[in-house]
Each structure stands twice: as C-alpha cells, then as structure tokens.
C-alpha cells in the first residue's frame, strides 16, 4: 500500500484557493496523516460556518484520527475477517452536506471558480437513511455511548459486520425526525431481520446492535420484546466473552479506539441490564453474577477524539480508599459503580422491616458512593455547564435505587397512586401516622430526581430510562399530596408534580414509554384533586388558616391541576 493509500483523510486540492502543493524542501512523512479542510463552497460563510473557513477544528479531527485510528499495517495472521480496510473517503461535498444535516444548516448551492464569479453545484439530498444515521449521533449516541464515533465508525461502514448495528442505529435515530411511523416500522423490520439473520456473524458488532434495539424498544413500550433480545444478547456475550480482559485486545485489531468501544459495550450492557431490572423489576440482572475483568471505560471527550489512555480496573475504582493510590477514574466508571450497587441491593435477602441490617448495607453503599465522588463528579454539569451525561445517570441510579430501597419501609400510603404502572407493578405500602427516617430517605431522594429535570439541558439528550425515574419520583409526590394533613403552605410538592408532568410531556415527543407514564400520573393527580376538593367542604382541612392562606391554597391547586388536565401530547417538531 502506498503512502496516499495511507492516508486516512484524502488531500484536498483546491486551485480555486491557490494551494500548490508542499513547499519544496521539507521533507515530508510518507506515512504521517495530513490534516485537511474542507473546501469554500461559497464567497460567505453564513450558510455553515463550522466548515466555511473554520480550519481549526477539522485540523484538529483528522490530526486525532490519523495519530491514533487505522495503523499503516496490521499483521494478517491476527486480525480478524472484518479487519479494516481503507474504505472510500468521503468527499468534501459529503462531509459539507453531513454536518450541514446534522446542524439544521441549509447549504449553499453556490461554488466559487478561478474567476472569482458563481458556479451552481449541486448539493444531494440526504435520504432517510442518511438523516436517521445523523440524527443518532446527534440525538443518541451520547446517552449510550458504546457504538464508535462517527468519524471513525464511518471509514469501515461498508464492511459486512456492520451491517445490523448500522440499520439499529438509523432506526433509533429515526425516533427523533418525522419520518412517519411506516418508515419507523420498516427500519425496524430491516435491522431485526439483519440481527437475526442465519448467516449473521456472531461479534461485538451484533451484540452492540442487539442493544440499540433493547433500548429502543424498551422505549417504545414494547419491553416484552425488548426482554427477549437481552436474554439472546447477554448469552451471546457471555458466549464471545465480551466480559473478558482481553476480548478488547483480540478484537481491536491494535486500534485503541476500538478496543475503547468493546470495553464500553460490555459495560454499558451491564448497566442497561441493571437499568431495566430496577426499573421494571420484572428481570434479575443476569450479569451482575458475572465475573467481569473487562478494562473500564475512559472519559467521554478522551473517546470521541481517541485519546485512549491507560485502562484501569474495577478492582482499582472499589479499592481506591484504600489503595493510597490517586487515581482519576472517568465518570463511566462512575456510572458502573452505581449500576453495582443497584446488583447488590437486589441480591439482597428479603429485608423483613426498616430495622434490617441489609437495608442499613445498601444504604452505606448510596451515601458512601455520594461522600467519596470528587467534587468534579459531584454535579451532572460541568464546569463549562455541558451535561456530563454518564454522572447524570450514575446520580439518576443512586437515586432511584435509594427509593426502592426505603419506600416500601416509608408510611407513604401507596394505594392512590395505583394505577401508575406503565413501568413497574404498584407494590402496596401502608400508611403511617408519622414520618420515619424511610420516608425521609424515600421524599429525598424524590427531591433530588425532580431537581435533575431543572438542568439547562435538553431533557431528550438524556437516556430514555430517565422516563421511569420521574415516574417513581412522581409516585412519591402524589402520595404524599393525597394525605389529608400534608402542610397547607408546602407549595414546593406542587411545584414538583408540575415539574415531573412537564417533564414526562416533554420526554414524550420521541419515547411512547414517557406518554404512557404522562397519561398515567396526570390521571392519578385528577383524581387525589378531586379528593382534596371534597376535603376542603370539612372544616378541619381549613383549621388554623388565614382567609389568604385558604384562597391561596385554593388558587395554587386549581391551576395546577387546570395545567394537567390541559396537557397533550406535544407534536415531534425534532425533524
């Protein structure tokens, strides 16, 4: 293979900008990749800035790809038949119009000759399927970050094994653009059938497209379905051992990036076990009993521009207080820690009463894990107040496994909120006259989940597993409005139930899960209003209350529950 061949990023020759070549006398690297820019497609740069004259960044994404991605030569005997190639380059147009796509950009049909006048070019337009790819990246991949980034997923595209997790991938992206629900239901039907093919190889690949199609059904109430394919996924894995120190190194083919994406598929089907287990707890979390010795994953910006450092061990993270070691562990690593304590809580034996030593073992886990985060961890945003998604779940996890936890050991009457099982079956908790430290825990943790929702971030950046927390955080809010002597003035529990119907509304645009559980809570907070307004005909509910006091209680519940009754469905306008 010549040194052009090499090259991981063609060279772009553009005469219209003067470019003559390299300057003689400097002696160039045959096998050094070149970083390149995409070409002046027009005199202005208004219609895409980000590639029009913005030289920097794409210097900066080819110099990362071709330091670390595609080495020149890899021995034959030990790579495997999927091993990369150097697949056809996309052109400049292509990448101009991929990232014109992805960012909402119209782009310009105008090109600049010699002469400095307008030449019309023609720009394609992006098919369906081209769009559903974009919109993974864009909307997705961040809240399961497994499958390889886009640039470098892209330059082994066309080989065969990619065939399944490419057609999973467009059919989750296609959730967030209108392509129509017949279109939906065959991009479904391709990757399915693609995945469960006869002749499909059995690798890391399939296994990452088996996932996509467990969170995306699961998403999509369609979660017998979405059970179905983890119990095939976690056999294959086990089977290929994808848990294994070295299946990374063996199916790397010495490109750490990739081995990167391996470590993060195991991982990440890990917590996706342990998420529709807590969840819906209908499964058991199979591969928490596994034996796992897979390297952790690094942080997300060292992923996306493959600087891949040294891996360390779960070994390291859970013995880091007593190691003496100052080691900084990724907050993936974060995220798997939180989805262990979840296994262990759910291999706990039955705790019989709020007294239970193995409640007090799990609770030492949550509050341990939440004292010794750095403080860099300690918030879901960064400094630079960009969502740190994988810290957003690991705190979503603590949460929730700390309602499940002590809410059944609470004095929360549980039986007005019943009827919400869209994710899980209602388990029945007896009420009690007085608060105890459970019910504390239980309202806390509540608390913090509807705290999540206020990010400044987009709440459909966020995994679709989120949907459930709200409505287990939601659950605890009703009950304790439908108690009859919650305090009059305590307007922040209304504000939250507004707060999580607004969320699941708002989450309900792309998952049908989320407008499952939307309907369910809005029609359980109908009916405890319409209980608080036969209370307020008994003198006793006004007792110790201003006039003021009364109308405003009175105000603050009708137009909370005039927004419920009012919320609908919000049309897709993502597309």
């Known amino acids: 293979m010549d040194a052009h061949e090499n090259q991981l990023w063609p060279q772009l020759v553009w005469h219209a900008r003067g470019y003559k070549g390299p300057r003689r006398g400097t002696a160039q690297n045959p096998n050094k990749r070149q970083a390149t820019s995409p070409p002046d497609l027009s005199p202005s740069s208004s ?15 080819s110099t990362a790809m071709g330091s670390t991605f595609g080495p020149p030569s890899i021995p034959a005997q030990d790579a495997e038949p999927t091993q990369f190639s150097q697949p056809q380059q996309p052109t ?33 337009v992006a098919t369906t399927e081209e769009r559903c790819f974009d919109s993974f990246y864009h909307h997705f991949h961040a809240s399961h970050p497994f499958v390889l980034p886009k640039p470098f997923l892209l330059q082994i595209s066309k080989e065969a094994p990619l065939k399944p997790v490419l057609a999973a991938m467009r059919w989750v992206g296609s959730f967030f653009l209108d392509v129509g629900s ?30 996509l199609l467990i969170v995306g059904l699961d998403g999509s109430c369609q979660q017998d379905k979405a059970r179905g394919i983890l119990s095939d996924v976690e056999a294959l894995a086990l089977e290929l051992g994808l848990n294994t120190r070295e299946f990374a190194a063996n199916h ?16 990440d089907l890990f917590v996706i076990d342990g998420m529709v287990a807590g969840v819906h707890r209908v499964t058991n979390f199979l591969l928490f009993d596994v034996s796992a010795r897979a390297a952790l994953p690094c942080e997300e910006d060292q992923y996306l521009t493959a ?94 496994t700390s309602i499940m936890l002590h809410q059944p050991h609470s004095q929360l009457d549980s039986s007005p ?39 400044r971030v987009p709440l459909l950046s966020h995994t679709h597993f989120f949907t459930c927390v709200i409505t287990m955080s939601s659950i605890v809010h009703l009950s304790r409005w439908a108690l009859f002597f919650i305090p009059h003035d305590d307007d922040d529990l209304r504000q939250q139930i507004r707060l999580n119907i607004g969320a699941l509304n708002q989450l309900s645009k792309v998952w049908g899960a989320a ?40 105000a603050t519940d009708d137009s909370i529950i005039n927004e419920i009754e009012n919320f609908e469905p919000i049309p897709n306008l993502l597309g």
């Open 252 to 267: 790397g083919r010495g490109i750490p990036v990739l081995e990167e994406s391996w470590r993060r598929t195991w991982w």
């Open 307 to 400: 600087r891949i450092p040294i891996p360390l061990y779960l070994d390291d993270l859970e013995d880091q207080d007593f190691s003496g070691e100052d080691r900084e562990f990724s907050s993936f690593a974060y995220r798997v820690l939180c989805a262990r304590t979840l296994g262990k809580f759910m291999r706990v034996p039955p705790i019989f009463g709020p007294e239970d030593e193995n409640l007090g073992k799990i609770e030492t886990l949550l509050t341990n894990w939440r004292l010794h985060l750095p403080q860099s961890k300690r918030d879901a945003l960064q400094k630079n107040g960009k969502l740190d998604e994988m810290m957003f779940q690991a705190h979503m996890m603590n949460q929730a």
């Open 92 to 124: 400049n147009m292509q990448l101009y119009k991929s990232y014109c796509a992805v960012n909402g950009i119209e782009p310009s049909p105008w090109a600049v000759n010699q002469n400095g006048s307008r030449l019309a070019v023609h720009v394609p």
């Open 47 to 61: 219609d895409c800035p980000m590639l029009l004259g913005a030289r920097t960044g794409s210097a900066n994404m």
């Open 182 to 211: 017949p279109t939906q239901e065959r991009l479904l039907n391709e990757a399915f059938n693609l995945i469960y093919a006869p002749n499909r190889s059995k690798d890391g690949f399939l296994i990452q497209a088996m996932m």
């Open 515 to 554: 407008d499952r559980a939307r309907g369910q809570v809005k029609e359980v907070a109908q009916v405890i209003y319409k209980v608080k307004k036969q209370q307020r005909s008994n003198s006793q509910f006004w007792m110790g209350l201003s006039q003021e006091e009364m109308l405003n209680t009175i």
């Open 417 to 455: 909120t019943q009827d919400i099982n869209s994710c899980a079956p209602h388990q029945a908790i007896p009420a009690g006259d007085l608060f105890n430290s459970h019910t504390r825990h239980t309202i806390e943790s509540a608390n913090s989940i509807s705290t999540m929702i206020t990010h």
